[in-house]
C-alpha cells in the first residue's frame, strides 16, 4: 500500500483499500497472537522442565552426515564413467588444468584423476 501501486486481488477481486488495509491490520494481529501463544508455551514448557530441542541432536548430525557422505560417494561413483570417457575423447578443461597446478599432488590410488593432458 506505500508504494501506491494498484492491484487487484484475485481471490477477492472487489476489495477495495481499506479492505485490503483492515485485512492487513488482522493478518498483522493474528501473527503477534501467535508469538505470543509459542512464547508463553516454550516458557510454560522450561517451567515444567521440559528439555528444549532435540535429545539426540549429536547423533542425528552424525547420521546426517553419513548420509551426505554416501550421497556423495554415490554421486562420484555415477559421475566417474562420463568423466572418464570425456577424458578418453581427448578434452580438456582449461580451468582444472590451471588448478591442478596449484594444488597439491592428487591421490591417484583413491581414484583421484587429472584433467589435464
Do not use: Y
Amino acid at each position: 500500500m506505500e508504494s501506491g501501486v494498484e492491484f487487484v486481488a484475485v481471490d477477492n477481486p472487489h476489495a477495495n483499500k481499506l479492505t485490503v488495509h483492515i485485512l492487513a491490520a488482522v493478518a498483522q494481529h493474528e501473527r503477534e497472537m501467535i508469538s505470543e501463544r509459542t512464547k508463553a508455551a516454550l516458557a510454560a514448557a522450561k517451567r515444567r522442565g521440559k528439555r528444549l530441542g532435540n535429545p539426540n541432536l549429536s547423533e542425528a548430525a552424525k547420521r546426517g552426515v553419513a548420509v551426505l557422505k554416501a550421497n556423495a560417494r554415490q554421486f562420484a561413483t555415477n559421475i566417474r564413467p562420463v568423466i572418464q570417457e570425456i577424458m578418453r575423447s581427448g578434452a580438456r578443461w582449461e580451468r582444472s588444468c590451471a588448478l591442478s597446478r596449484q594444488a597439491p599432488s592428487r591421490d591417484k590410488a583413491a581414484g583421484d584423476v587429472s584433467f589435464c593432458t
